[in-house]
T-cell receptor, first 119, second 116 residues
Framework: AQKITQTQPGMFVQEKEAVTLDCTYD???????LFWYKQPSSGEMIFLIY??????QNATEGRYSLNFQKARKSANLVISASQLGDSAMYFC????????????????FGQGTILTVHP | GAVVSQHPSRVICKSGTSVKIECRSL??????MFWYRQFPKQSLMLMAT?????????EQGVEKDKFLINHASLTLSTLTVTSAHPEDSSFYIC????????????FGAGTRLSVL
């Protein structure tokens, strides 16, 4: 079974509008972390935002916020006031297990969503 | 500024040659680094976990003799693609774990390998 599912292969948004990129995850570990990365055409992976499974509040970083719904196992990324430079591939990823475990740190990635921002 | 430095960014080599890719952690010491491979328009696939001072841990299906990993210091890990063949052509990207900041992984800029 897929551990990270991104159901939107591509999304389009108008400049200055908000957009939500979907991510659902599957784990039986009570301790896990969820990440979003942006990959422009240059290929680099840019860290955007992190949400820990025990964090009480949704994470926010500037124009990025993570809509964390634990019971639904979803961790959607919300980008507010989209900019042309936001056009890129976006990956959701999960890290499972408690710190110090043998597999700790390994990330499992979703298939990604290509976001295109129109002027 | 960049947290991780990865070199070279692009390499073209002849079949049968070996290629070394370096990954440096610039801002913090990294006992753990990861190496990923990415095919066009696909997701990242973990190849191996690089542990400072010990042998790398390879994912199932990854040939350890083909992809040699050395993590000789707390800031440097190298991936050597030995006797490269055209099927090894891919985008290779490393990441370092910041153990002082929620174990967030920061990635290098990647290396695009083309084997002729």
């Amino acid at each position: 079974a897929q551990k990270i599912t991104q159901t939107q292969p591509g999304m389009f948004v108008q400049e200055k509008e908000a957009v939500t990129l979907d991510c659902t995850y599957d784990t039986s570990d009570p301790s896990y972390g969820l990440f979003w990365y942006k990959q422009p055409s240059s290929g680099e992976m840019i860290f955007l935002i992190y949400q820990g499974s025990y964090d009480q509040q949704n994470a926010t970083e500037g124009r990025y916020s993570l809509n964390f719904q634990k019971a639904r196992k979803s961790a959607n990324l919300v980008i507010s006031a989209s900019q042309l430079g936001d056009s890129a591939m976006y990956f959701c990823a999960m890290r499972e297990g408690p710190a110090g475990g043998t597999s700790y740190g390994k990330l499992t990635f979703g298939q990604g969503t290509i976001l295109t921002v129109h002027p | 500024g960049a947290v991780v430095s990865q070199h070279p960014s692009r390499v073209i080599c002849k079949s049968g040659t070996s290629v070394k890719i370096e990954c440096r952690s610039l801002d913090f010491q990294a006992t753990t680094m990861f190496w990923y491979r990415q095919f066009p328009k696909q997701s990242l696939m973990l190849m191996a976990t690089s542990n400072e001072g010990s042998k790398a841990t390879y994912e199932q299906g990854v040939e350890k003799d083909k992809f040699l990993i050395n993590h000789a210091s707390l800031t440097l890990s190298t991936l050597t693609v030995t006797s490269a063949h055209p099927e090894d052509s891919s985008f290779y990207i490393c990441s370092v774990v910041n153990e002082l900041a929620k174990n967030i992984q920061y990635f290098g800029a990647g290396t695009r390998l083309s084997v002729l």
